[in-house]
């Protein structure tokens, strides 16, 4: 009998890690070594690489990205570049007019598995590999491979010679395994936002002249001036998506102790244009990282660096390229920014191709409560509506447009590059930010510490985040992420009418739903002694609803169906001269216009507006 109980608690175990949960994921460690020619730009590759098929599928095949292959006249990323009605300015047609010996490739794959050849065919920027012998479910596989590649000039994260004159920024670099989980493979042509990447470790030798200087991903475990003077540069990481590097004879290195445990590397090629800048970068770097510490969950690698190089700002796990040239509170933001992928990317590691808004919309979030937190006064103007006034006037300006795309479509497909940075950045931040309406901020700062303790190294989707929200709140969210993520239904509430009723001590406030979306709605009632009477109106569909604060009554459940709403409030004599729907300016309601009523005189109800 007592087995019997055993066997029944590990299936009902079982059954709850699946039902949140694929309970697998696969696995890659690699063992990569790099010869690099500087003079034309090339490299010749080497790699043995342990696949470990954690899936419950046997795999016949697998898909490996050659990214450089898009740096090339014709491929899809310079059409798409092209042909999109707001390019990137960055990419534009550069790639169309790189000369040969300035364009990207990866060839000659040799690849085989537990030493018998493979069958390779390399559509772009996708290697196809046709396997001599299944990787059985629950195996690993043995691969061996050789490539010859060549780094394009710098247009688009990665390549040589960057614009501020960094010799090499070496992303997406090498042939990675795309993923296979429980929704299939992941082997999306590369246009220019893929992020996604297996779990696993990485053993790196890199092959360069003397004299060149190198950041990157792991820890290194030559000795740096000897690497410097000999070149062969080698570098271990342990359970990370992918591995970055960059490389410059100029570069100059700094380091501070953020605690005992970590260290932050600030890397960069001298210029009195910056100089100033980069150093002070490091005590806002250093404040940020504990305060994402604090307020997110520790960030789980001994090292980070923030090195000069790339185009702009990318984050890789361990460490982001950013360009120098910036003023203080630009290149402060852009740190922080990258940093905070260190949380949601690099550990908490979503699928970006298809939520992209849980990768920018969340980083971008802890971004901007990081901002506000270390410096307010010298990082950040004051802002009406709050620090994330910024992400809901995009979000809502882009609405009203009648250009806005969903949350649910593809990275790679938004039909323009506004509506892809709008959805991902600043409706992705609104997303987390007005669940503070819903279920409170405290809970849902709670919600997030969890998110990342449940999450960290794994591959979660908008399911997985919304039960974690729903288990620290209490409150059913479907509707929320029905609405919010798989439509563009927009939100607008009005007070459509106020009058006495019965006496002059009792008036009714009529409420109704202009938009589609249904949202509860906090009510604040200002008297002419300047006090308040605050109300929260919950949906009946949350079954349940946020702590009110001190003070504040809790209206009847307003059902989503209907279109009005009507309360009756107790003035006790005192004069009313302000009605407001949101006061807290925590729902991205697209017309705050009719959101205020101010009454002109102590006579006839009258509104300021029309």
Same mark, same amino acid.
């Given at each position: ?57 046997? &795999? ?9 292959? !898009? ?59 046709? &396997? ?26 990665? +390549? ?24 299939? #493979? ?5 246009? +220019? ?56 004879? /100029? ?36 404040? +940020?990282?504990?305060? &994402? ?52 990317? !690099? ?33 950040? /103007? ?13 979000? *809502? ?81 479907? #509707? ?21 009723? /019965? ?21 604040? *009632? ?31 459940? #307003? ?14 004599? /005192? ?12 729902? !991205? ?22």
């Amino acid at each position: 009998m007592k087995n019997i109980i055993t066997l029944f608690c590990v299936l009902f175990s079982s059954t709850l890690l699946l039902g949140q949960y694929p309970g697998w994921q696969q696995k890659v460690n690699y063992t990569i070594d790099v010869k690099m020619d500087t003079d034309l730009h090339q490299y010749a590759g080497e790699m043995q690489v342990r696949y470990f098929n954690n899936s419950p599928d046997d &795999l016949d095949k697998v898909f490996l990205y050659a990214f450089f292959n !898009a740096f090339q006249p014709g491929s899809m990323m310079d059409v798409r570049s092209r042909t999109i009605i707001d390019p990137d300015s960055r990419v534009g047609s550069r790639i169309y007019a790189l000369p040969l010996e300035e364009q990207g490739w990866i060839k000659d794959v040799e690849l085989s598995l537990n030493g018998i050849p493979c069958k390779v065919s390399i559509e772009e920027t996708i290697i196809v590999v046709e &396997l001599p012998e299944s990787i059985k479910a629950g195996t690993f596989g043995d691969f061996s491979m050789t490539w010859n590649a060549q780094v394009p000039r710098q247009i688009r994260r990665s +390549g040589w010679m960057n614009k501020e004159g960094v010799e090499y920024s070496m992303t997406q670099w090498y042939p990675k395994f795309c993923e296979y989980d429980h929704e299939g #493979w992941h082997s999306h042509p590369y246009v +220019g936002r893929e992020f996604h990447g297996i779990w696993g470790s990485y053993d790196v030798n890199i092959h360069l002249p003397s004299g060149y200087k190198i950041a990157a991903t792991g820890i290194i475990k030559t000795p740096k001036e000897e690497a410097i003077e000999s070149g062969d540069w080698h570098f271990t990481a342990t359970n990370v998506i992918d591995f970055a590097w960059a490389a410059d004879k /100029k570069y100059v290195y700094d380091s501070i102790e953020v605690d005992e445990n970590l260290t932050m590397n600030f890397v960069r090629i001298p210029n009195i244009i910056y100089d100033d800048q980069w150093a002070e970068l490091p005590r806002f770097a250093v404040q +940020g990282m504990r305060f &994402l510490n604090d307020f997110i969950g520790r960030y789980p690698y001994p090292q980070y660096t923030v090195a000069q190089g790339g185009d702009g700002g990318m984050e890789y796990p361990m460490m982001t390229l950013v360009t120098a040239d910036r003023s203080l509170p630009s290149l402060v933001g852009v740190t922080i920014h990258e940093m905070s992928h260190s949380w949601f990317q !690099a550990v908490v590691a979503t699928n970006e191709s298809l939520y992209e808004w849980m990768d920018e919309g969340f980083t971008s979030w802890i971004e901007s409560e990081c901002m506000a937190a270390i410096s307010p006064t010298e990082m950040t /103007k004051p802002r009406a509506g709050g620090i994330h006034a910024y992400a809901y006037y995009g979000y *809502i300006q882009q609405a009203l447009s009648g250009n806005e795309e969903a949350l649910s479509t593809h990275a790679d497909h938004y039909t323009t590059n506004r509506a892809y940075g709008v959805a991902a950045y600043s409706k992705g931040e609104v997303l987390v930010e007005q669940l503070g309406a819903i279920i409170g901020d405290e809970v849902r700062n709670e919600g997030m510490r969890e998110y990342f303790k449940v999450w960290s190294f794994k591959h979660p989707g908008p399911t997985d985040f919304k039960r974690i929200m729903e288990k620290t709140s209490g409150i059913e969210l479907d #509707w929320y992420f029905d609405y919010f993520v798989n439509t563009t239904h927009t939100i607008d509430y009005r007070i459509s009418e106020v009058s006495h009723i /019965k006496s002059k001590d009792i008036l009714n406030v009529l409420l109704e739903k202009v938009g589609t979306m249904p949202m509860p709605q906090d009510l604040r *009632i200002t008297y002419n002694d300047g006090s308040t009477s605050n109300y929260h109106i919950p949906l009946v569909i949350m079954r349940g609803n946020r702590q009110l604060s001190d003070g504040e009554e809790l209206g009847e459940d #307003w059902p989503w169906t209907n279109p009005t709403y009507s309360m009756e409030i107790k003035t006790e004599g /005192k004069r009313v001269v302000k009605i407001e729907l949101d006061p807290n300016l925590l729902i !991205a309601d697209t017309n705050r216009e009719n959101n205020l009523v101010e009454f002109k005189s102590r006579g006839k109800i009258e509104f300021t507006r029309e």
